[in-house]
């Protein structure tokens, strides 16, 4: 058990990188996707279909395939990123495609009657989103958005495959040294479990505390 | 705020055409409201009476014709040469506040109090400070007979309760003309009655109205004009006398013997 221990120092430092690398995804997709999905509800025509289209493919193909894509493709192009970036592009553009799902679905459970009763009393288009529909598709956006960020976390484990050294490769590093695999992959277990099971209730209490519309 | 003369028609809707695909929804309406008016639309379902009140306020766009609130053409901005342009969110949203809607599905905000619903439009809309827009919404929520019920959720209200807040939510925009779409027809029998007297009172203050609505009793009581719709036109126009006792148009005949059926 003391190598375990011992190890731990080496292991909270691949836990950062995954925490770090999973706080840039769900922080750029967060962002990309709500503007891609308020895009394809409200926007014009011509923004549906590329939306769509983008939406679609990036879930599609797995995601494996866009890390090494990203990481070993690009280069073809003349495009060389490091690992690191290589992983954030790719998971970030497979996570976009999910949250513009997410918005999209939350903004159309609203009834139509919010809208038009937002327009009669003469709010504008930002007061309308602002005021009445993102209030309201909040509670609708919260649980699967929740889901994806712990999705987010556990598919970050990919990133090993490139040679970062996220918790998941500081594991198989220490096994690596020690040929004692079961201990340790316990503890990387317990490491993803805690935070994913810190998001989940999180995610249970902010959805009780956005109770208020009773159907 | 610009008071129009007394000439000057409130609404004037002119040769209104609308299709829903090959449906022609409104086939040519003339309307004029004047100031003060009470105009109540009666007519069968699909006859367009709910689509023309929609085209009023222009959550419904319209083909042909035009719609004039206060002198103001609701739909299109008029360019150089006379071409029409369809006007942006920001310029139609300012037309919008002075045209009040209360709805059939009522379509309160559910995540605000009854006083927060009432305030919204006065706090970004009219600009008013919170203080001042909460004592407006008092006011009136005071008017309709909720002042118990300032911080009531929507959820926690009964369905005559909730459509007395739209009419609040409404009116406290001081709009220069009302919409009430079939506003108790969602409503239990014995909840229409009191969202009806509040209408009768606001008929009685001057509030100029166009309703659509089947309580002819109703309809009888409150209004200074009566218009049947049937089949995307206006079939037969006049005070509630002339025109519940002209038996002599067939179709008019056909739907007030249909309502009153229905009623016993």
Redesign the interface.
């Given at each position: 058990m003391l190598f375990a221990i011992q190890s731990l120092p080496f292991l909270w430092q691949g836990l950062l990188v995954t925490l770090h690398i999973s706080v840039l995804i769900v922080f750029f997709a967060l962002i990309a996707g709500t503007i891609l999905g308020i895009g394809i509800v409200y926007g014009p025509g011509w923004l549906y279909w590329p939306i769509r289209l983008y939406s679609d493919f990036f879930r599609g193909i797995p995601l494996l395939v866009l890390i090494f894509f990203m990481y070993y493709g690009l280069p073809v192009f003349k495009v060389n990123l490091n690992n690191f970036a290589a992983v954030v592009l790719a998971l970030t553009a497979f996570k976009t495609a999910h949250v513009i799902e997410v918005v999209r679905g939350a903004i159309q459970s609203i009834p139509k009657g919010q809208t038009e009763a937002a327009k009669s009393i003469g709010l504008t288009f930002g007061q309308r989103l602002l005021h009445v529909i993102v209030p309201q598709a909040l509670r609708r956006f919260l649980p699967p958005w929740i889901n994806a960020v712990v999705d987010t976390v556990k598919g970050s484990a990919l990133v090993s495959l490139v040679g970062i050294v996220d918790l998941m490769l500081a594991i198989q590093q220490v096994i690596g040294r020690t040929y004692r695999p079961m201990p340790l992959y316990v503890l990387g277990a317990i490491m993803y479990f805690v935070i994913n099971y810190t998001l989940s209730l999180a995610s249970r209490r902010l959805e009780a505390r956005f109770a208020y519309i009773r159907e | 705020m610009s008071q129009p003369s007394a000439l000057s028609p409130v609404v004037r809707v002119r040769g209104l055409k609308k299709s829903f695909g090959p449906n022609r929804v409104l086939d040519g309406i003339d309307l004029e409201v004047r100031k003060g008016e009470v105009v109540v639309v009666i007519g069968p379902s699909g006859s367009g009476k709910t689509t023309l009140l929609r085209c009023i306020?222009l959550?419904e766009s319209y083909d042909e014709g035009s719609v004039q609130v206060d002198g103001v053409e609701v739909g299109f901005r008029e360019g150089p040469g006379g071409a029409r342009h369809r006007r942006g969110?920001?310029e139609?949203?300012?037309i919008?506040?002075?045209?009040?809607?209360v709805?059939q599905?009522f379509?309160?905000?559910?995540?605000l109090t009854a006083q927060e619903n009432v305030m919204?439009?006065l706090r970004?809309?009219r600009g008013l400070p919170a203080a001042e827009a909460r004592q407006v919404a008092a006011r009136w929520l005071t008017r309709v007979g909720l002042g118990d019920k300032l911080d009531s959720?929507p959820?926690q209200l009964s369905g005559g309760q909730q459509q007395r807040v739209g009419i609040a939510?409404?009116v406290a925009?001081e709009p220069k003309v009302l919409l009430l779409d079939e506003i108790t027809s969602a409503l239990d029998p014995e909840l229409v009655g009191e969202v009806l007297n509040v209408v009768q009172e606001l008929a009685r203050d001057g509030m100029t109205m166009i309703v659509v609505t089947h309580e002819m009793t109703f309809a009888r009581d409150v209004a200074t004009r009566i218009v049947f719709m049937d089949g995307g036109r206006i079939q037969v126009e006049g005070t509630p006398r002339e025109v519940l006792a002209k038996t002599d148009h067939d179709r008019l005949k056909a739907f007030l013997a249909r309502i009153e059926m229905k009623r016993h």
């Open positions: - | 306020n959550l969110d920001r139609l949203s300012k919008r506040a002075d045209i009040g809607m709805f599905l379509n309160l905000f559910p995540h919204l439009g970004k809309v959720l959820s939510r409404a925009m």
